[in-house]
């Protein structure tokens, strides 16, 4: 059964707990980035690419001016690794199992973004040295199609970082994480020595390959294969909402996504030993 819309002239709500139409149920005041695969149509998009940001608009409002989510790649050794879409629409990088090779190849794949989110969000995190304050929630919703091993080093899937010890926060493939579906949440609560500063700190959805925090020590590890589906952000200062909240949310919609009728189920990807 279809639902109905209604459209009232003149008249304004200001009750900010009312439910609001849009690209999605997460979507809030505060909401900075939504980068959501199934809405990305067609085979994998060319190395460069700009992926649609779901809470630009809402974003905008915060961050005062535009930015850029860029989906980028490189296999300069297809007997290595290769880059595909799933059939739901998940980016899977795929490495060849079991394989360590010095120098690994210059195999990549990365989702940045630049501009005027990331300048908000260095600029309001909560700081080590406590001149910024406002909370924020990350999520990432990703495959784990190969392992791999961490025996030398842990694997960075997503980060807003300049170095391992000086973090707003990151997303890490520990030892003794299995193959499988995976939604990661975190807050800006960065640890280590210092904080990181605006102009040498990239922001990386996600991570695959030798790029960013994932080249660490990636010579003497075997790395993993993965697929991308989903990253959201939000400033919980701004919302209102906490972050236990919003996980509930996050964790709600992405059960339902995997779930029977939803727009992830049943999707499937070749095993890495298969495609080499």
């Given at each position: 059964m279809a639902g109905l819309k209604f459209v009232l002239s003149g008249v304004k709500f200001t009750d900010p707990n009312l439910p609001v139409l849009g690209a999605?149920?997460?979507?809030?005041?505060?909401?900075?980035?939504?980068?959501?695969?199934?809405?990305?149509?067609?085979?994998?998009?060319?190395?460069?690419?700009?992926?649609?940001?779901?809470?630009?608009?809402?974003?905008?409002?915060?961050?005062?001016?535009?930015?850029?989510?860029?989906?980028?790649?490189?296999?300069?050794?297809?007997?290595?690794?290769?880059?595909?879409?799933?059939?739901?629409?998940?980016?899977?990088?795929?490495?060849k199992p079991e394989v360590i090779t010095n120098p690994f190849p210059a195999n990549y794949l990365k989702i940045e973004v630049l501009g005027a989110i990331k300048d908000y969000i260095m600029a309001n995190y909560k700081s080590l040295d406590k001149s910024k304050n406002h909370d924020f929630y990350f999520s990432l919703w990703m495959e784990i199609a190969y392992v791999g091993s961490s025996t030398f080093g842990v694997s960075q899937l997503a980060n807003i970082s300049n170095h391992n010890v000086a973090k707003v926060y990151y997303f890490e493939r520990a030892?003794?994480?299995?193959?499988?579906?995976?939604?990661?949440?975190?807050?800006?609560?960065?640890?280590?020595?210092?904080?990181?500063?605006?102009?040498?700190?990239?922001?990386?959805?996600?991570?695959?390959?030798?790029?960013?925090?994932?080249?660490?020590?990636?010579?003497?590890r075997k790395p993993e294969s993965t697929i991308f589906y989903r990253y959201y952000a939000e400033d919980l200062t701004v919302s209102g909402r906490t972050f236990d909240q919003v996980s509930a949310i996050d964790q709600a919609l992405y059960d339902a996504a995997f779930s029977q009728g939803g727009k992830f189920?049943?999707?499937?990807?070749?095993?890495?030993?298969?495609?080499?």
């Open positions: 999605d149920p997460i979507l809030t005041n505060g909401s900075l980035i939504l980068v959501d695969m199934s809405k990305v149509d067609g085979s994998i998009p060319v190395s460069g690419s700009l992926l649609s940001n779901l809470a630009e608009d809402k974003a905008k409002v915060l961050a005062g001016g535009s930015s850029t989510v860029t989906l980028s790649y490189g296999v300069a050794d297809t007997g290595v690794s290769k880059v595909s879409r799933t059939p739901k629409g998940g980016i899977y990088f795929a490495n030892v003794g994480l299995t193959a499988g579906r995976v939604k990661f949440s975190k807050k800006a609560d960065q640890y280590g020595s210092s904080d990181p500063t605006n102009s040498n700190t990239v922001w990386h959805l996600f991570n695959a390959g030798k790029v960013g925090l994932n080249s660490y020590k990636i010579e003497e189920f049943g999707d499937n990807y070749s095993n890495p030993a298969s495609l080499f």
